[in-house]
């Protein structure tokens, strides 16, 4: 607290530190230096006093609170006092010290309106002025920034949340999936022991990292597709294919597995004849998924589900660096994704929303 009501008073001092040597410059008269910057400091108190009751008091308690009348006419109070002390301190003080003449006060200055007030009218109103400004752009750009901080933290809470829904589906039906084989002996158990093994360590430990290789979470969508095609068996048929060099990029966590996920969905119950093919293909930093599945047209069942979410976490992690398309037809749904990912020697930054790219969900 300290700290920062220090670092405000420096500021306040280094203000008025600038704005004298900028007032002794364009009101400096044909005079010694010392005598104008004496002169300039005796009028810098009451511009002091004038911009502050604007700064903290007027324009805070009136102005803002939309008392606009109130404001007006205190305002205008306000003015025409520090003008009238601008003038006794121009009269007493500045004008004998520069030229030693005696003073001579013209008092119906106080309580009247002529061309001469304009001068110091225009003083306190210039350093008002530059002094609001940067209050109102020093406000604008703390609120900016605080609003950038709780839309940050906004999006990780979604983006923990969003992927915290694969969890709990994909163990429940594994974990269905294994008591089955377990209760028949099947030799297939231990396999569905350790790539569940591998699979919950991956979400619960591995996950938390921002950006993991893209080769460690293919491999990881491999030992899910083998686990799938252990629980549906002859009821589904899954291919699965992958080309290019995965080692030199990287990838957010689980970005991939919930596409697949949504397709495997929609292609259950298709009958005897459902099926998905999946297939990924990197070429230096682009990667592209192509997932097509069976889809019975005569379910009641809106494909859209689900993938909303997907795309949401798409869209925070990656904005204006992908193209998701998705398409459906009687008997089929397709999708494609391409996605630019980050270098094994680059982190993963922020998405920049000046740079989004179109994203077509067509269905």
Request: charged letters at 20%; one cysteine or more.
């Amino acid at each position: 607290m300290n700290r920062v009501l220090h670092n405000r008073i420096f500021q306040h001092i280094c203000f008025w530190l600038m704005f004298s040597i900028l007032f002794f410059f364009v009101f400096r008269e044909n005079e010694p230096v010392l005598v104008s910057m004496k002169a300039a400091a005796m009028q810098l108190p009451n511009m002091i006093l004038y911009t502050y009751l604007q700064l903290y008091v007027l324009i805070p308690r009136f102005l803002l609170q939309r008392k606009f009348l109130a404001y007006l006419l205190l305002s205008a109070l306000v003015t025409k006092l520090c003008i009238n002390i601008a003038i006794i301190t121009m009269t007493f003080f500045v004008l004998p010290f520069r030229t030693g003449r005696p003073a001579f006060m013209h008092w119906d200055w106080l309580w009247t309106f002529n061309s001469a007030q304009k001068y110091p009218l225009f003083g306190i109103l210039a350093v008002t002025g530059l002094a609001a400004s940067i209050k109102l752009l020093k406000s604008w750009y703390s609120e900016n920034e605080r609003r950038k901080k709780i839309e940050q933290e906004k999006n990780m809470v979604e983006l923990e949340m969003l992927k915290a829904q694969v969890h709990p589906d994909f163990l429940f039906k594994t974990l269905n999936s294994l008591h089955a084989l377990t209760v028949v002996h099947s030799d297939k158990a231990p396999v569905v022991i350790t790539h569940l093994s591998d699979l919950l360590r991956y979400m619960l430990y591995e996950c938390d990292e921002k950006e993991l290789s893209l080769g460690k979470e293919v491999g990881i969508l491999k030992k899910y597709l083998e686990l799938e095609k252990i629980r549906y068996g002859q009821n589904m048929d899954i291919a699965f294919s992958c080309t290019g060099n995965y080692s030199d990029v990287m990838i957010a966590p689980l970005m991939l597995l919930p596409f697949v996920e949504h397709s495997l969905k929609t292609a259950a119950g298709a009958g005897e004849e459902s099926w998905v093919n999946i297939h990924l293909h990197t070429e230096q930093q682009e990667l592209s998924m192509n997932i097509s599945n069976s889809f019975n047209s005569l379910r009641k069942v809106d494909v859209r589900e689900g993938l909303a979410n997907i795309s949401k976490r798409l869209e925070l992690l990656y904005a204006g660096k992908y193209d998701l398309s998705f398409f459906r037809e009687e008997d089929m749904t397709a999708l494609k994704l391409q996605l630019s990912l980050a270098s094994a020697a680059t982190p993963l930054r922020p998405a920049d929303d000046r740079t989004k790219l179109k994203t077509a969900i067509a269905l």
